[in-house]
């Protein structure tokens, strides 16, 4: 899948493979972007479609539960994945503020 969507991405051809799709394939395009995009190795390509699948059927949040609850668990685990980095961020600083008062 991976391989596929890194594919089309590269040819500028992921938003016209995304678009048109009916209820089930999104729902394996969406839940796969979902569980993998907080993995470092696939996280460049599937923030890349995400945003394609927010672009191309964010309009249509609201007619089907299936596609409701499936971007709301990507936008879960975007969130979590976001405050997972900013936690990362603040122990960083921190670890360089004890690194340099300690080289004083």
């Known amino acids: 899948m991976v391989a596929v969507l890194e594919a089309l991405s590269q040819r500028r051809g992921l938003g016209i493979a995304i678009g048109n799709r009916d209820e089930y394939e999104l729902e394996q395009i969406l839940a796969f972007t979902a ?3 907080a993995n470092p190795r696939y996280t460049p390509l599937l923030i890349v ?3 394609c699948l927010c672009e191309n059927y964010g309009t249509q949040l609201g007619q089907s539960q299936l596609m409701d609850e499936l971007f709301e668990k990507l936008h879960r685990c975007v969130k979590a994945e976001c405050a ?3 936690n990362m961020l603040e122990l960083v600083g921190i670890l360089d503020a004890t690194m340099m008062s300690s080289n004083t």
């Open 35 to 37: 569980r993998y995009i």
């Open 49 to 51: 479609v995400a945003t």
């Open 84 to 86: 997972a980095q900013r």
